[in-house]
């Protein structure tokens, strides 16, 4: 886990150094201080999560949280090489708050024909149910409040637990990103 936390720190130390290029805007002192200041989830609050929801947190992303139990603001997760669309790690708490609203109910695609419609329906990953929202996934990175990087704890047949999809929203829908693996 040694070598998650140092690809953290070299994550933090390139996105403050190369700031205002990600962002197009100048990083404050107070805003760099503001996260640094961050501290990392303790054992009893994974555990509290865990017990809550009923899922076992994979050991590298617990290693991330005991590091820094979300971002704030600061965009730390850039995928898909994107330069324009960070996301920004949520706190333990700020994942439960989300819960509460988005994705705590299973609903699928064809419940939603006039957003989501059948030629959409076929083109989604083999890997993934066919729902718009599930109790079982869970937001841990957002974007502007309409992308959503989730762990996936129901995923189809041809899935794996715990693998990574993105819900995006308008135009609304779920897409397989990768398995988690070791690093």
């Known amino acids: 886990m040694d070598r998650i936390i140092e690809l953290m720190k070299e994550n933090e130390r390139l ?22 200041a961050i501290r990392g989830a303790t054992e ?10 009923q899922i076992k947190l994979p050991e590298d992303f617990k290693a991330v949280y005991r590091y820094k139990n979300g971002s704030g603001w600061i965009s730390l997760i850039w995928p898909w090489g ?11 708490q700020e994942m439960t708050r989300i819960k509460g609203y988005f994705q705590n109910e299973n609903h699928e695609m064809s419940e939603y024909p006039d957003v989501i419609d059948e030629n959409q329906q076929k083109q989604l990953d083999a890997r993934i149910r066919p729902y718009l929202f599930c109790e079982r ?6 974007y502007a409040g309409s992308l959503y990087l989730m762990l996936d704890y129901a ?3 041809k899935g794996m637990a715990g693998q990574i999809i993105c819900y995006v929203h308008d135009p609304d829908f779920i897409y397989y990103l990768n398995s988690r693996k070791k690093l």
């Open 44 to 53: 009893r609050e994974l555990e509290d999560f865990e017990n809550q929801f």
């Open 82 to 92: 994107e330069t324009d669309c960070g996301y920004c790690l949520l706190s333990l």
């Open 137 to 142: 996934w869970f937001p841990f990175a957002e």
């Open 15 to 36: 996105f403050l150094e190369h700031a205002e290029e990600l962002t197009d805007e100048e990083l404050e002192q107070e805003d760099i201080d503001e996260y640094l």
């Open 155 to 157: 995923p189809a047949e």
